[in-house]
C-alpha cells in the first residue's frame, strides 16, 4: 500500500497560518520567492520522496549495507535517489545563489526536507550529513577549502560526515583522544579510531568528506583543546579532483536495531596508510565549530522523529478506517456488521494523541527552522537576537522531546495494528526501530537535559528562558482575548507556564545553594516539563489560527476542527502531566540522586 | 558477557518475606514441601535457563525459524534446552503428583519460569504454550482426552497451541468463523484458517496439540456459539499413540520485530486432507474453558514481560559499573580519569527506575501466582472466595502494566547504553524488541483496559474491586503504623487510594447516566491509574518488610536500603501521575470520544 507520509494540509497550515512564511518573501535575501515558489519546492520533495525515497524503505532495511570483499556494497535504489534528492537541488537549499544553493528559507527547506525523511530515513541520512559538513564548511572553511570541498558537496558528488565519537568519548568529547601532527600549510597526520560513523564508508559518492575532532600534539586537556579537520576518504586537489586514498580505512561496520540502511562505522584514521586532514579555523576551537554543525544537527534529529512519527500516523490512520474488526459497547447483535476500527473510542484515543504529537512536533520543528531565518534575516537587530536566544533554548527540546513523544507515538501506531503492527510484513515496527535512536545520537537526551537546565535556561541572566516565558504568554494573552474555544486552552497553557516558571527559579535557587550534581539530577524530568509546555505553546496558537480561519470561514472546516480537537488533547492530557513534574522539582526531589551503587 | 538475569534476592526476598511462599508448606496439597524444596527448583530453574536457554538467546533471533522444502527449520539448541527443562518436570511444575506433577505452589513455579522467560523468552514460549494447554485439557477435557494427550504434554513428547485468531476476528472473538462439523463421538471436522498461531509449526515435539476455537454448524452466532477443540497436528490413539497426519497444514511464517525464535503461523484447518477435532466439554461454551487458560496466559504475558524488563535492568547495571566516560559536574580537571557512569544523577535515576519497575511487577506477578494458590487452596473458603476475586480484577493489570512499563524500563537500558543499546552486538535491543509483543498478544491492552472498567470493577456489584481497596487500605494502615521511612510512602498510598475509589465512582455514575461506549472511552487511563495504585501497594508492602528486617538487623542490609529507595522513588515518581488521570476521569473527558473520522 502506498500511503501519505505527510500531511500537505497540515505542512501549508502551520507553514502559512502559524509560522507565516509568507512574510519572508519580503526580506531582501528571499526576494522573488514567494508562495508559489515554497510550494513547488515542497511539492518537487514530495514527489522525489514518494518515488524514489518510500520505494526502497523496507529494502534498504531488509538488505542493509554489508562488507564484501572490503568494500561496503548497499542496493542499488539509495544511490538512484540520492541522486535524484542532489539533482533538485536539495543538498544546498538554504544556500546562497552565488554558490549554487537555492537560497530558500529555512522553515521552507524544514518543510521539503520532512518529506525525504518521511519516505526513508535512512537514504535521507547521506544527503543530510552531507548538507550538515557543508554548512560548517561554508561557515567556517578558508576560501581554498570552500572552493575544493563545497561546489562537489552540494551536487552529491561529495558526500560528508562528521566524526566525533571515539571508543572511550561518546557523550565526553572530552577525552576525544584523536591526534593530529602538523605538516605545515594547516595540514596534519591525523592518528585514531572514530565510531559510530554514520555514512562512513560507502560507494555511494566519489568521495566522501568527513570532519574530524582531533587534537594536535602539545594541545591542552580537555575540550580547550580540541580542533576540526577536514579529512577526505581520498586526497582532493585545490580543484577538487579526486586523488589517491588518504589512510581512512574501515575497522567495521556496526549492525544496528533500525536504521540500518545507513552505515554505522569504525573509522582509523593513519592506520597502515597516513591520513592528512585540512585544519579548519583555528587550532584548539574545534569544537566551538562543531557545536555550530551539532545545533542544527540536533534540531534535524528532533525533524527526522518528527517525519516518522508522521509517516506511523498516517499509515495507522488509513488502516483504522479500512480495518473492520468489533462492534460498539452496546451492539448486542452479533450479526451486525464489524465496524472500522476507528469508531472504537480507544482507537480514536490512540489516533488523536499520535496526531496531537507529530503535528505538535511538526509545528516545533518549523519554528526553530523559521528562528534560524529570523536570527539570520530578520530586520531588525533585537529581533534578530531574540531570535537566536529562543533558537538556543529550545534546540534540546527540539531534539529530545520529538525523539520520545514520537516513539511513543509509533508505538501508539503499532497498537492500532494490533498483530500487524508488530509484523515485518507491514512497516509501522521499522518505524518504531529507525526513530529510537534518535534518543541516543547527536548527544543523548540526557545530555540535552543537561544543556537545557544546566546552560541554557541560566546563560546571560537567563535571557533565553525570559524570552521564551514572554513569548508564551503572551500566546496565552492573545487565547485568552480570542475566547470561544481558544479561551479555556490558553488559561491551561498560563497555568503550564507559572508552574514552569516556578520550577525554574527553584532551580536556580537551588543551584547556588547546593552542589551542581545535585541541583542537576532531576534535570530530566526539567526537560520534559518544559517540551510540554513549548509543545502547548504552540498547540494553543495553532489553536488560534484554526479558530479564526473558522470564524472566517475559509479553510477545510473538518482539517480546523480537527486541529481545535488535537489542540484541546494536548492541552488537557498531555499538559497536566507537568502538575506533578513541578512538584518533584520544587521539591529538589533527591530520590535517585541519594541512591547508592551499592543498593542496587 | 554472560550476566545474571534476575536477581535471587529479590526473588528470595518477594516470596518468603513479601509473599510469605513458605505458609503454603502448611497446607494438604503442599505437604512435605517447604522452603528448602522451592529454593531447590527455583535454583535448577536458573541452571536450566543460564546454561540452555540464555546461550543462544540472540542465535535464536537471528537464526529465526525457516522454512526449508515446506519444513520449519530451528536451530538445534531450541530442541536441546527445552529437553533440559522438561526433563527437570516443569511443564508439569504445578500438577498433581498423581499425574506425573511437581505440585508445587504456583508462586513458587512461577518464580522458576521467569528464569527460562528471562534467558530466552522465545524458547521458553513453546514449553509455556504446552503447559497452557495442557492445564486446559486437565481441566476440562474427558478422561479420554486426559488419557491420550496429557502424559505426553507433561513429558514434553507433545506441545501446545492457543488457535482463536482468525484474519477477520482477532480482538473480535465472535467472528470466529472457523466450521465444525460433527461425524460422531465428539469429534467433528474442521475447516477454516488461523493466524498469529505461536509454535504452530516446528519438529521441536513428536507432535502438536492445537487447541481451536471453532462454530459448531447452526450454532448461535457471536460468542455464545464458539466451541472448543482438541486439533493435534498428528491423529493420536487412546493410548498417545501417534498416527497418520491430521490435515492441519502451515499457510505461512509471519515475521516479527522481536520474539524472533518463537514461530508465528497461518494454520488451515482441513484444506485438501480431513481434519478432526475433539470437542473438548460441551457445545457452545468454547469461549468459557478457552477464558481460564486466557487468563492464566495474562498473567504468564505480564510474568514474560518482567523477565525481560528484568534481564535488562541488570545488564545495564553492570554495564553502568564498568563503563567509564565523563566527569561529575564540578569537577573541572579534564586529567582526572572519567568516572563509571553509574556515578552519574541522570543514569542513576535510569537505573532506580528500571529497578523500581522490574522489581515492583515481579512482585506483582507472584502475588497473582500467590493468589491462584490461594483461590485453589486456602483453607478458608471466604479466603479462597476473596482471593479468586482479587486475581479477576488483578488480571488485566498484571497483563498490561508490566508490558508496558517494562518497555520504558528496558528503553532505559537502552538509554544507559547508549549507542552499544542500539546495536545488535550487544543483547538490550532485543528485548527491547521482544517485550513490545507483550502490550498485543492474548488481547491488546485496550482490550484489558475494557475488561477491568466494563467487566471486573463492576462484577458482582464491585465485590471485586471493593476486596482490592480493602488490601490497600490495611497496607497503608499498617504503614503508617510502621513509622519511620514507611510513614510518607503509606501516606501517599492511602492518597492514591482515595483518587482511585473517587473515580472508580464516577465512571461508575457515568456509565449508569451516559451511552456505555462514551463511559468506557477512557478505560485506558483508567488502567494505568489502577496499575500505578496496585504497584504503589505492592511497593508499600516491599517497603514495610525492608524496614522490619532493617530493624532487625537481619538480611543484606544494603539490599534491603535499596529496596526502601526504590519504593520511595516509586511512590514519589510514579504514583504521583495518578493525580492528573483522576481529574480527566472525573471529568469523564471525552475529547477522544467526540474526535470526528473527518477531522483527523
Same mark, same amino acid.
Given at each position: ?23 519572508? #518573501? ?15 519546492? @515542497? ?22 549495507? =554489508? ?7 548497499? !542496493? ?60 560548517? !564548511? ?21 558526500? *560528508? ?53 582531533? =587534537? ?13 579537520? !577536514?579529512?577526505?576518504?581520498?586526497? @582532493? ?22 536504521? =540500518? ?5 569504525? +573509522? ?11 585544519? @579548519? ?67 480514536? =484515543? ?11 512536533? &511538526? ?29 538556543? @533554548? ?23 495494528? *494490533?498483530?500487524? *503492527? ?20 547527536? *548527544?543523548?537526551?540526557? /545530555? ?23 513569548? /508564551? ?15 479555556? +486552552? ?32 532531576? #534535570? ?35 482539517? +480546523? ?33 541519594? &541512591? ?5
Amino acid at each position: 500500500m502506498r500511503h501519505t507520509h505527510l500531511d500537505p494540509r497540515d505542512l501549508d497550515f502551520l507553514l502559512y497560518e502559524v509560522m507565516e512564511a509568507e512574510s519572508l #518573501a519580503e526580506r531582501a535575501r528571499f526576494a522573488g520567492l514567494g508562495r508559489e515558489t515554497f510550494d513547488a519546492i @515542497v511539492v518537487t520533495a514530495r514527489r522525489i520522496a514518494l518515488d524514489h525515497f518510500a520505494t526502497h524503505h523496507r529494502a534498504s532495511d531488509v538488505h542493509e549495507p =554489508r562488507l564484501e570483499n572490503g568494500r561496503v556494497v548497499i !542496493i542499488p535504489e539509495v544511490k538512484a535517489a540520492l541522486r535524484a534528492m542532489s539533482e533538485a537541488g536539495f543538498l544546498a537549499a538554504t544556500h546562497d545563489a552565488a554558490i549554487g544553493g537555492m537560497q530558500l528559507p529555512h522553515v521552507v527547506a524544514t518543510a521539503a526536507i520532512a518529506w525525504f525523511e518521511s519516505a526513508n530515513v535512512a537514504t535521507a541520512s547521506y544527503a543530510l550529513l552531507t548538507t550538515g559538513a557543508a554548512n560548517l !564548511i561554508a561557515k567556517f572553511g578558508s576560501p581554498e577549502q570552500k572552493a575544493a570541498f563545497l561546489p562537489s558537496m552540494f551536487e552529491g558528488r561529495f558526500f *560528508g560526515t562528521m566524526a566525533l565519537t571515539e571508543p572511550d568519548a561518546g557523550s565526553s568529547l572530552a577525552d576525544v583522544r584523536t591526534a593530529a601532527e602538523p605538516i605545515g600549510d594547516g595540514r596534519h597526520h591525523l592518528t585514531g579510531t572514530k565510531i559510530w560513523i554514520s555514512a562512513g564508508e560507502h560507494e555511494l559518492s566519489k568521495n566522501i568528506v568527513h570532519l574530524v575532532l582531533a =587534537r594536535v600534539r602539545g594541545a591542552p586537556e580537555g575540550v580547550r583543546g580540541i580542533s576540526l579537520f !577536514i579529512v577526505p576518504r581520498y586526497h @582532493v586537489g585545490a580543484d577538487g579532483m579526486i586523488g589517491a586514498p588518504n589512510g581512512v580505512t574501515l575497522g567495521g561496520l556496526i549492525h544496528k536495531m533500525g536504521w =540500518r540502511g545507513t552505515t554505522s562505522t569504525i +573509522l582509523n584514521f593513519g592506520e597502515g596508510e597516513r591520513c592528512v586532514g585540512w585544519m @579548519v579555523g583555528e587550532a584548539n576551537r574545534g569544537l566551538g565549530y562543531m557545536f555550530h554543525m551539532m545545533n542544527e544537527a540536533r534540531i534535524a534529529v528532533g525533524r527526522a522523529a518528527t517525519a516518522m512519527g508522521y509517516a506511523a500516523y498516517l499509515y495507522s490512520l488509513d488502516y483504522a478506517r479500512t480495518r473492520r474488526q468489533g462492534r460498539l459497547p452496546g451492539e448486542k447483535d452479533p450479526a451486525r456488521p464489524p465496524v472500522a476500527i476507528i469508531e472504537h473510542p480507544d482507537v480514536r =484515543r490512540m489516533l488523536l494523541s499520535q496526531k496531537a504529537t507529530v503535528e505538535g512536533a &511538526m509545528a516545533l520543528i518549523l519554528q526553530c527552522a523559521r528562528l534560524v531565518d529570523d536570527a539570520e534575516t530578520a530586520p531588525d537587530e533585537s529581533e534578530r537576537r531574540e531570535a537566536a536566544l529562543l533558537l538556543e @533554548v529550545l534546540t534540546p527540546i527540539a531534539k529530545a522531546w520529538p525523539s520520545e513523544a514520537c516513539q511513543e507515538s509509533i508505538s501508539l501506531a503499532v497498537q492500532v495494528l *494490533g498483530g500487524y *503492527g508488530y509484523a515485518r510484513e507491514y512497516p509501522v515496527e521499522q518505524y518504531y526501530r529507525d526513530n529510537r535512536l534518535n534518543q541516543i545520537h547527536e *548527544g543523548t537526551n540526557g /545530555i540535552q537535559a543537561l544543556d537545557l537546565l544546566g546552560r541554557k535556561v541560566r546563560q546571560e541572566g537567563g535571557a533565553a528562558f525570559v524570552a521564551l516565558a514572554r513569548r /508564551i504568554a503572551a500566546t496565552a494573552e492573545e487565547g485568552r482575548a480570542a475566547g470561544g474555544d481558544v479561551a479555556p +486552552l490558553a488559561e491551561s497553557l498560563g497555568a503550564g507556564l507559572a508552574r514552569l516558571v516556578a520550577a525554574t527559579e527553584a532551580l536556580a535557587a537551588a543551584a547556588e545553594r547546593t552542589e551542581p550534581a545535585r541541583a542537576l539530577a532531576n #534535570a530530566s524530568v526539567y526537560l520534559d516539563m518544559a517540551s510540554r509546555t513549548v509543545v502547548a505553546w504552540l498547540w494553543v496558537r495553532q489553536a488560534i489560527a484554526a479558530a479564526r480561519l473558522l470564524a472566517s470561514g475559509t479553510g477545510d472546516q473538518r482539517f +480546523l476542527r480537527g486541529k481545535l480537537q488535537a489542540a484541546r488533547f494536548y492541552v488537557r492530557w498531555e499538559l497536566p502531566k507537568t502538575v506533578a513534574q513541578g512538584d518533584l522539582l520544587r521539591q529538589l526531589d533527591a530520590t535517585p540522586y541519594e &541512591m547508592e551503587d551499592g543498593w542496587f
